[in-house]
């Protein structure tokens, strides 16, 4: 079976950023692929750009909306 998860390096260990559905001391091969650092800067250069002729109030609204899970949700409220 072969699954590909995202996974952060901290402190020495590759921890996974979701559940990988593994039993305790289960081995596992893993490949290892790293995004290129020019594409890491042009995501967050256009990410910055949402933002942009926004004043400081209305990026606060868009943050609140943003960090609301009920938005995303299909229960009303």
């Known amino acids: 079976m072969t699954r590909t998860?995202?996974?952060?390096y901290e402190g020495g260990v590759l921890k996974p950023l979701e559940d990988p559905g593994l039993e305790e001391h289960q081995r596992v091969f893993l490949e290892i692929r790293t995004e290129p650092q020019e594409a890491i800067a042009s995501t967050l250069e256009?990410?910055?750009?949402?933002y942009e002729g926004l004043s400081e109030q209305?990026?606060?609204?868009?943050?609140?909306?943003?960090?609301?899970r009920g938005h995303f949700s299909r229960e009303e409220r």
Request: proline share 0%; net charge negative.
């Open 5 to 8: 998860l995202e996974a952060v």
């Open 46 to 50: 256009a990410w910055q750009q949402v």
């Open 58 to 68: 209305e990026i606060a609204e868009v943050e609140a909306i943003a960090l609301d």
